[in-house]
């Protein structure tokens, strides 16, 4: 039987309870209102390293209110130049362009999806019991995440050359060792019912995995994976801009000439899709977690 927790008239009488009893409070339980001057000083410590670090860094990085105080009104000058948002004539042109980014994005999140899933299985303790096999797969998706989505774009761009197919390359590569690391977390904190279930019911180690472990994960995974597929559109405008396709190729091109309107107009384009994207996926994330809760 779980217990209720009492109710906000209940709480507030207890805590004019505890106020009225302070001293008493104090006098029974002095351990707990004792001050710990060990832990005051790590935790004055620790604040005074991040202001130390946070100031050694705006140093190092010349940084200056002055000249971005003088710098507003340059700013200013390009806001002005973005009015009205125009597409000049080469709105399907852009749209094409936008379709390719999106393209870019979907390909790259499934593939990297696909690639990561069995490979996760590998990275769990609750079914691979190697620890030596674990620690060589989690490292390996530790290192290709850690190289930018950027860096992976320049690098497929030299080997495949520019377009669409190296921006997607680039977003699987980037989202394989950051799939790989949630999926296997995923899969480790499984419910561990249904596994126990099928291996009452005679089931092998395989059949564990396959009717009692991917059910279960299942919906959360495909509620990463569509996370993933919102957040790598902004990545695939990005990459566009080094020439790995898309939109973000014609945006860099663009601002270099100070086509300013027709730059703001992409930028609406961008800002649209996302929202209906972010939308649509959020939607759909909650359906399939609330659909596996029920």
Not at 186 to 199: P, W
């Amino acid at each position: 039987m779980t217990r209720r927790p009492p109710s906000p008239l209940r709480r507030s009488l207890l805590r004019q309870a505890a106020l009225a009893d302070l001293d008493g409070l104090r006098a029974r339980h002095s351990q707990v209102f004792r001050a710990s001057w060990p832990r005051r000083a790590v935790v004055l410590g620790s604040l005074a390293l991040i202001v130390g670090l946070a100031v050694v860094a705006m140093i190092r990085l010349d940084f200056s209110l002055l000249r971005i105080v003088h710098g507003l009104h340059r700013l200013g000058d390009f806001a002005g130049m973005m009015l009205p948002p125009s597409a000049q004539g080469r709105f399907g042109l852009f749209l094409t362009a936008l379709g390719e980014t999106l393209a870019i994005a979907f390909l790259g999140t499934l593939t990297a999806a696909c690639l990561a899933f069995p490979v996760a299985f590998l990275a769990a303790r609750n079914v691979v019991p190697n620890p030596f096999l674990r620690f060589g797969v989690r490292r390996g998706f530790d290192v290709i995440r850690s190289v930018d989505v950027l860096i992976w774009a320049l690098i497929w761009i030299n080997v495949v050359g520019l377009g669409p197919f190296a921006g997607a390359l680039a977003i699987a590569c980037s989202d394989v060792g950051a799939f790989g690391k949630l999926f296997s977390e995923a899969i480790e904190t499984a419910d561990r019912k249904a596994q126990e279930g099928v291996t009452a019911s005679g089931g092998s180690r395989l059949h564990r995995v396959r009717f009692g472990l991917v059910p279960a994960v299942l919906p959360v995974l495909a509620s990463q994976v569509l996370y993933f597929f919102e957040s790598n559109t902004r990545s695939a405008t990005i990459i566009g801009i080094v020439g790995a396709g898309g939109i973000g190729q014609y945006l860099t091109e663009l601002i270099r000439v100070l086509e300013m309107q027709q730059v703001a107009f992409l930028v609406l384009m961008i800002l649209v899709t996302v929202a209906l994207i972010d939308l649509v996926s959020g939607r759909l994330r909650r359906a399939i977690i609330g659909g596996a809760a029920h």
